[in-house]
């Protein structure tokens, strides 16, 4: 072993490794700084550009069916061409808005609800899609969401003016204000709801609504759903009793297999139509398929009908016999949604070990009637429209009168649900113990 002498320096001891070099200290991180006040960030995209970009595919996705449908027969009959095609495409979007249409027969405004309710879905669903590229989910305000439903309607109101233009040139008169002023209406309140979710605001607006106004609006929204539900399900019967006379009625258009099922897919993108139709029929005031024409539990007067598959589950008659059963639906609805309402209230003041009180059930179950009927009577404002000149030039229900007799149906059918599970289930129910004594 080798000595070190107090002469010769000391030498720091190697690491594991020989020759191994002390690590350099690393450096801190730059710092990116923060943007300025008024700056805006890289990650958010402008709102003009957010929202034309999704008012562009909302457009896109709900047109492109309508065209594919529309435009089955002629290219498959090579009765037309793909600018045919697509113009009979743009001028049935345009139907599905709300746009009437006015053409040789005369004015067309009977509106599918189908293609209705898909043009909604993807006007939601891009107030969402503006919302979270603007940087506004999840901690947003109702300013911020305003702003991204007022920037959807104005680009799709723009698209809708072009799209109208482009039915003009075919033949069809559509007037572009007519057509900006709907779609604009149209867009604004479906990209609000979704704005409203997406940046949080529609939760703090559920949270500080009373709780009574909020029980009361979903217990009018359950019963109008259930009253659909039903609805669809008479208005189905109907037409697969009648399911011979549709048929005929597809097979005399003439216009092959594609033709056929263009006409098929077209009669189901009104089936809605008919559910409204059905529930004004249940609730008594009847719909109208012509000038001058009724159809009501208490009497059937129609005329000569259009050769469409749908009309043929329309009744022949009044209701007479077993049929009569059917007048009670919307009081069943009525009082299945003032069920669950009671249900619920129940079960919550359960486990808070509280009881509710008679104005606390009562109450949203009498203001479930004023929203049903509201409901209603816009899905029957909806539903109806002309369908040409002459005799049919009205057709659907008469929205006051569906609104004035829902809300009273509602009303009384919900109370009468919620009253009687209340006094069921406090019958029913064991008595509460009483807590033991505390020894002293």
Avoid: K
Avoid at 81 to 108: D, E
Avoid at 344 to 362: G, I, N, Q, Y
């Amino acid at each position: 072993m080798s000595r070190v002498t107090p002469d010769q320096p000391r030498r720091p001891a190697a690491g594991p490794t020989t020759g191994a070099r002390p690590r350099a200290r690393a450096r801190p991180a730059a710092r990116v700084p923060p943007p300025r006040a008024g700056e805006p960030s890289r990650s958010r995209a402008p709102l003009p550009v957010a929202a034309g970009v999704a008012a562009l595919w909302a457009a896109l996705t709900s047109l492109l069916p309508v065209v594919v449908v529309l435009g089955l027969a002629q290219l498959t009959e090579d009765a037309g061409s793909l600018g045919g095609a697509l113009r009979a495409g743009l001028a049935g979007w345009l139907l599905g808005h709300g746009v009437p249409l006015q053409t040789a027969a005369g004015s067309l405004g009977l509106a599918p609800l189908a293609l209705s309710v898909l043009v909604v879905w993807r006007l939601t669903r891009a107030g969402v899609h503006v919302s979270r590229a603007v940087g506004a989910r999840g901690a947003g305000s109702p300013r911020q969401a305003l702003a991204v439903a007022v920037a959807v309607a104005v680009g799709y109101a723009l698209l809708g003016t072009i799209a109208a233009v482009a039915v003009g040139a075919g033949g069809v008169r559509v007037s572009p204000v007519t057509t900006a002023v709907t779609f604009a209406v149209f867009a604004a309140p479906a990209a609000l709801v979704g704005a409203l979710r997406t940046t949080g605001v529609w939760a703090l607006l559920a949270r500080r609504c009373p709780p009574v106004v909020r029980d009361g609006l979903r217990a009018g929204l359950v019963a109008v759903l259930l009253l659909l539900g039903a609805s669809a399900g008479a208005a189905g019967l109907a037409v697969a009793t009648g399911g011979g006379d549709a048929a005929d009625m597809i097979g005399a258009y003439r216009t092959g297999v594609a033709g056929q099922a263009g006409i098929t897919l077209v009669s189901l993108a009104y089936a809605p139509n008919a559910t409204a139709w059905s529930a004004s029929y249940l609730l008594g005031p009847g719909f109208a398929v012509g000038t001058d024409t009724a159809v009501r539990t208490s009497e059937v007067s129609v005329g000569a009908l259009p050769a469409v598959p749908l009309l043929a589950g329309l009744p022949r008659g009044p209701v007479d016999g077993l049929g009569t059963g059917l007048l009670a639906v919307p009081v069943l609805a009525a009082m299945a949604a003032g069920w669950l309402l009671a249900r619920r209230l129940l079960r919550a003041a359960a486990e808070d070990r509280a009881e509710v009180r008679w104005p606390e059930l009562l109450v949203p179950a009498v203001l479930a009637g004023p929203v049903a009927g509201v409901l209603l009577g816009l899905l029957a404002a909806a539903s109806g429209g002309p369908l040409g000149g002459g005799r049919l030039a009205e057709i659907g229900p008469a929205p006051w009168p569906v609104t004035a007799v829902a809300t009273l149906v509602i009303a009384v059918g919900a109370v009468l649900g919620a009253a009687a599970t209340r006094t069921l289930t406090t019958r029913s129910a064991p008595p509460t113990p009483r807590p033991a004594p505390t020894p002293r």
